[in-house]
């Protein structure tokens, strides 16, 4: 394999069809296919339609694709880039995966139906050569393999793409034990020149990297929340910009992720990390459990932790008050803590600002990034090798404007190690023998490797140049009160 041209996107859902768009937005020819529909739409039977026309056969796929052109924010680049995709079943068109180079399963979330398409529509239909990959968001790559026959297996492995595929930088990709590593490099290049994607190498671990710190970080939200007696709104006032992380912070963003979508993670997470020091954390928290049976699924269903209504022709924002089950105005909540860090621009800077301020913002604050941390710190080596594709793994998937070990350095591990021995709480015990994660020195970047001990470059792709190095190592050649050359 030395290109690829042409893609089968296996799975017409929001995020295959999104796909689809982005790989024709990196002018892919990609194929399109899902399922059969087994009854007919009111529309169809108007129109005279059977379940043997085509245009019903491709109903779900052709569905897909019309709504990826009308979706905000817009999956393709120009509209006219969905003429590159073409739309298909999995009962008639699976034989055309034959003249694509890689093929992209991102069917539902269930592993025995991804190992039953895998093995019954793909393997016989493969070009000899061809990449296989799933997007799953945390299932088992070496369990997924073993419904492909033994001589394609080394060309599969996960490709996780996030939500929405074109805007989210992230790309986590998981090989499994008989993954050729040539597959991998191959891959990893492909999608980091050709698509865009930050990679980021995981582990075959439940929820791999992302979502593992990500939906624990959430969860402990919630638990703090209902600890300190705080209200959903209060908790994303604190866990957003102001602590060096999204404006959608906690709630928001399951909203965008889909409040069912993180129930599943957590239950996929509970019941497969039996080992996990934290893994009650994980279990499915009953104000989630309750969201989800009511259809308060976020974004989806217009309805999650915040409600977007029209009133007298203005948008008006509710939160949801877990106490009562309704929704409440928004209070737009203020700590003397969050208004004196918006004044900060450096997000290092902010985050000390509010950990260090002992107001109720300041002391949830703390609570949540100290045991995200720690329970971060101790994933290594179990779900990554290096603090390097953690850190990029939550800035490119979770949009946090520094990574965890990041955050340590930010705060100074010493006085983090202090503060939490302080509070009684038990850390890794390699925290204490590290002064910072990463150092700049003669013009090179170095992360420390808590595996081996000591430190390694952190090596930059070809091709781009890291503008904290240059800042560090440089001067300023010409300044305008908007601008900054580093030289």
Same mark, same amino acid.
């Given at each position: ?19 689809? +768009? ?30 043997? @026309? ?6 779900? +796929? ?13 999956? &393709? ?21 034959? @003249?694509?180079?890689? /093929?992209? %399963? ?23 050569? +061809? ?53 991998? %490099? ?8 050709? /698509? ?34 705080? *209200? ?27 409040? @069912? ?20 954390? &994980? ?9 989800? $049976? ?21 948008? /008006?924002?509710?939160?949801? @008050? ?8 928004? %209070?737009?909540? $203020? &700590? ?12 290092? +800077? ?13 002391? &949830? ?10 329970? *971060? ?66 013009? $090179? $970047? ?5 595996? %081996? ?35």
């Amino acid at each position: 394999m030395n290109r690829i041209d042409k893609v089968a996107v296996l799975g017409a859902g929001v995020m295959g069809a999104s796909i689809a +768009a982005h790989l024709a937005n990196a002018g892919l020819k990609v194929i399109l296919l899902d399922i059969v529909p087994d009854t007919l739409t009111e529309d169809e039977s108007n129109r005279g339609l059977a379940l043997s @026309d085509t245009v019903v056969r491709n109903r779900y +796929a052709a569905k897909g694709l019309r709504d990826a052109i009308k979706s905000k924010p817009a999956a &393709f680049y120009l509209a006219d880039y969905s003429t590159l995709v073409e739309t298909g079943n999995f009962d008639d068109d699976m034989a055309k995966i034959g @003249d694509c180079d890689w /093929v992209l %399963e991102v069917v539902v979330e269930n592993i025995d139906i991804k190992k039953k398409l895998l093995a019954e529509k793909v393997a016989p239909n493969l070009k000899e050569g +061809a990449v296989i990959s799933s997007n799953t968001s945390g299932l088992s790559v070496n369990e997924m393999v073993k419904a492909l026959p033994d001589d394609v297996r080394r060309k599969f492995l996960a490709t996780h793409f996030f939500n929405p595929p074109r805007y989210m930088r992230l790309l986590e990709i998981v090989p499994c034990d008989q993954t050729d590593p040539a597959t991998v %490099e191959f891959m990893s290049g492909f999608l980091s020149e050709r /698509v865009g994607k930050g990679i980021v190498y995981a582990k075959d671990t439940p929820n791999f990297i992302a979502n593992r710190i990500g939906v624990y970080s959430i969860s402990n939200c919630i638990r703090h929340m209902l600890d300190m007696g705080l *209200t959903v709104e209060q908790v994303d006032t604190i866990a957003g910009v102001a602590t060096a992380r999204p404006k959608s912070a906690a709630f928001r963003t399951s909203d965008l992720v889909g409040v @069912d979508t993180i129930a599943m993670v957590c239950e996929n997470s509970y019941n497969t990390l039996v080992d996990d020091e934290e893994r009650e954390i &994980f279990k499915v928290p009953d104000i989630i459990k309750k969201m989800v $049976k009511e259809g308060l699924l976020g974004e989806k269903t217009g309805k999650g932790f915040y409600r977007k209504e029209k009133v007298d022709g203005k948008s /008006v924002i509710s939160y949801y @008050d877990y106490n009562t089950g309704e929704y409440k105005p928004s %209070e737009k909540p $203020k &700590f003397a803590s969050i208004q004196g860090a918006k004044m900060v621009d450096d997000p290092q +800077a902010r985050l000390r600002a509010v950990i260090t301020s002992d107001d109720k913002a300041g002391v &949830f604050a703390w609570k949540n990034i100290r045991d995200t941390l720690i329970y *971060t710190a101790r994933r290594i080596p179990e779900i990554a090798d290096d603090v390097v594709n953690i850190d990029n793994a939550m800035k490119w998937g979770y949009n946090w404007e520094i990574g965890p070990f990041e955050m340590l350095d930010a705060l100074g591990v010493p006085y983090f190690v202090k503060r939490a021995t302080e509070d009684g709480v038990k850390i890794p015990e390699f925290l204490r023998n590290v002064e910072t994660f990463y150092k700049i020195e003669n013009g $090179k $970047k170095y992360y420390y490797d808590v595996v %081996e001990g000591g430190y390694k470059d952190v090596r930059a792709p070809q091709g781009q140049v890291g503008l904290e190095i240059i800042k560090r190592s440089g001067g300023v050649a010409e300044k305008t009160p908007v601008a900054l050359l580093w030289i």
